[in-house]
């Protein structure tokens, strides 16, 4: 069985996941003079811009909900969400050539490379989200129990994001022109999400269309629950789970097939 075999490596090689894990969040603030503070502040002033500017700018935009703060946090549902998406795609699609010589030089299960990825990605996210969440808490604005529905909202997008990812990341390492092609998609695939605006502020042909966009349902749920308090609508987020298990599949295959040819093209 492909997920066996596989997962049974990277569970003996655990130390060597969470030892990268550790390293790497470590190297970013090697060298600045407030070291882990920047994991703080960076977030923190992203959420500030976010609350005081767009707030006043943008706050009476979002149509049946009367909080002062319920455009940034609309934004903010959306932006921070989507950054954990693109962290993951495009990390991953490079994660085999970054760490050619890695591969070359020692033995171990190469999936562990994309884990490594989704785990720094997600404790980028873990910390600026815990802000986001903090500052729910203080504006008053905290869902309530219904927040727990993130996590199977989370879970769906971390396992489409590193699907997606593992098989642009196989495909890379043969065919370079992917990892551009993607960086170039990705742009227009965020504005073709409604993060910035609302889904009703398109027309309605172009709104028809964001049935084609998997990250509309699952963006549209974060916000959802986030500004409006409610659940999600999880039938319109079929669509994506069928693609998740698509993505997973075919990256798992794909590894499988072609990870010993890729030492010989990195």
């Not at 396992?159 to 098989?167: A, K, T």
Request: hydrophobic share 55%; charged share 10%; proline share 5%.
């Amino acid at each position: 069985m492909i997920s066996l075999s596989m997962f049974r490596g990277v569970w003996r090689y655990r130390g060597f996941v969470l030892g990268s894990v550790k390293r790497e969040f470590q190297s970013k603030y090697r060298n600045s003079l407030f070291g882990a503070v920047w994991t703080v502040l960076n977030p923190l002033a992203m959420i500030t811009v976010y609350t005081v500017i767009f707030s006043e700018v943008m706050g009476s935009r979002l149509q049946g909900v009367d909080s002062t703060f319920a455009y940034s946090i609309y934004l903010c549902a959306g932006a921070l969400t989507w950054g954990l998406f693109a962290e993951i795609t495009t990390r991953a699609q490079t994660v085999f050539i970054e760490n050619a010589n890695l591969i070359k030089k020692l033995q171990f299960p190469r999936i562990c490379l994309p884990i490594i990825v989704v785990l720094n990605a997600c404790v980028n996210f873990a910390i600026i989200f815990g802000l986001f969440t903090l500052f729910l808490a203080w504006s008053g604005t905290f869902p309530g129990p219904v927040y727990l529905l993130l996590f199977p909202v989370l879970a769906l997008q971390i396992l489409f994001s590193i699907g997606l990812g593992m098989v642009l990341g196989v495909l890379n390492v043969f065919f370079r022109d992917v990892g551009q092609f993607f960086s170039i998609l990705l742009q227009f695939w965020f504005w073709f999400t409604p993060i910035v605006y609302p889904a009703t502020a398109l027309p309605k042909p172009i709104r028809e269309l964001l049935v084609f966009n998997p990250m509309a349902s699952v963006i549209a749920a974060y916000q959802t629950i986030l500004v409006h308090g409610r659940a999600p609508d999880w039938a319109a987020m079929l669509p994506i789970l069928v693609l998740t298990v698509l993505c997973c599949l075919m990256g798992l295959l794909l590894f499988r097939k072609r990870s010993g040819e890729m030492v010989d093209e990195l």
